[in-house]
């Protein structure tokens, strides 16, 4: 006999993540409040309105070109023969960016691993991890050099 969807959708499982995305809702709430709780609302939207919208597109354009460049990088990182297509490695560097806005330690960086590693079996998840530690280093590098 099949289980009942309406009863398999109040499993314990579904209960725990509605109860963790509230957890993470209240205390998003909270810290929004704690940061926010003394700032003049009349002069932060006297602020807002004093923004030059026109600067607004070409700085997202550029915001995203880099995107789009540190993809192509990362892409050239992989050797010739195992090396994944720009969509694909922009598409893993982009969802490792949003992981790690949203987990902490950085985890992003294991999902976009992970994420290069389910697309290319031949290279799997150490060889995406070890260009992810050769792009830290070159990046590491660069900063150096400009210091």
């Known amino acids: 006999m099949r289980p009942d969807p309406s009863i398999t959708a109040k ?3 579904y209960i725990r ?4 995305m509230l957890s993470g809702v209240l205390i ?15 002069e932060a939207a006297a602020a807002i309105y004093a923004i030059n919208a026109l600067w607004l597109i070409p700085l ?3 915001y995203t070109l880099t995107f789009v460049l540190r993809g192509l990088r990362w892409q050239l990182m992989f050797p010739d023969q195992s090396r ?3 969509r694909h490695a922009f598409d893993a560097f982009m969802i490792g960016k949003v992981g790690n806005n949203f987990l902490p330690g950085r985890l992003g960086e294991l999902i976009r691993a ?3 590693g389910r697309l290319l079996p031949h290279v799997g ?3 995406s991890l070890a260009t992810i530690v050769l792009e ?3 990046d590491a590098l660069a900063v150096l050099l400009l210091l």
């Open 11 to 13: 499993s314990p499982s």
């Open 60 to 62: 997202t354009l550029i």
């Open 84 to 86: 994944p297509s720009l």
């Open 17 to 20: 993540r509605w109860l963790y």
């Open 125 to 127: 998840l150490s060889g």
């Open 136 to 138: 830290k280093i070159f």
């Open 114 to 116: 992970s994420v290069i």
């Open 28 to 42: 998003g709430a909270l810290f929004l409040y704690l940061t926010a709780r003394n700032v003049d609302l009349d």
